[in-house]
């Protein structure tokens, strides 16, 4: 089954949500449905390849949009502990965070589509059943989160979305530039 055919199974497979949780997934779906969009019918190679300025490729993005996700989701759960503490992160630990933006040798992009997919039900399942989405935890150390500020999973959620979409668009970039094919327009 593919990254695109196992995301609308588990829509269907979602708990029955209303209200506030199932404008939060409406939202992610169509983001998340945009960025995969911006991979169909291409190769691994393709997925790999750099078209604009930036180091960014399109295997790369899903596979950071899942990274992203995917911790964010663990802190919603867990508080800080479930993310590092950035400031204290070595040249090695940045080194392996910019391998998280690219799609590497051996890694292929139903992989990570695939991956993308089992991740976003996970988070689907949590924004349905969560007890709390005020509940709050400190942010984690990193120079770009200010002192003692704390996210509720509200928060997190926005910081998911938000992250999805800019990185949807930046994947509709890629790929027009690859070969001319849009999500949008």
């Known amino acids: ?8 199974r588990n829509q269907a497979e979602r708990p029955a949500v209303s209200g506030e949780r199932a404008e939060w997934l409406e939202a992610l779906d169509k983001h998340r449905g ?16 750099r078209t604009t300025a930036s180091e960014l490729c399109l295997g790369g993005l899903i ?7 995917e911790n964010w989701v663990a802190f919603i759960l867990k508080g800080p502990s479930a993310l590092p503490d950035f400031t204290a992160m ?10 998280g933006f690219r799609l590497l040798p051996g890694e ?11 991740v976003a039900r996970r ?7 969560l007890p709390d989405l005020g509940a709050a935890w400190p942010l984690p150390k990193a120079p770009w989160f200010e002192a003692d500020a704390q996210w509720s999973a509200r928060r997190v959620l926005t910081h998911i979305i938000a992250e999805t979409a800019q990185h949807a668009g930046h994947a509709d970039i ?10 949008m327009g």
């Open 1 to 8: 089954m593919s990254g695109n055919e196992q995301a609308i």
């Open 34 to 49: 945009f960025l995969r969009l911006t991979t169909r019918d291409l190769t691994d190679e393709q997925a790999r390849l």
């Open 63 to 69: 596979k950071h949009v899942t990274a992203v996700e």
């Open 90 to 99: 070595t040249e090695a630990d940045w080194a392996s965070r910019a391998d």
């Open 108 to 118: 292929t992009l139903a992989g990570v589509l695939d991956d993308y997919a089992e």
């Open 123 to 129: 988070t689907d399942d949590v924004v349905a059943t």
């Open 174 to 183: 890629i790929r027009e530039s690859m070969d001319g094919a849009k999500s």
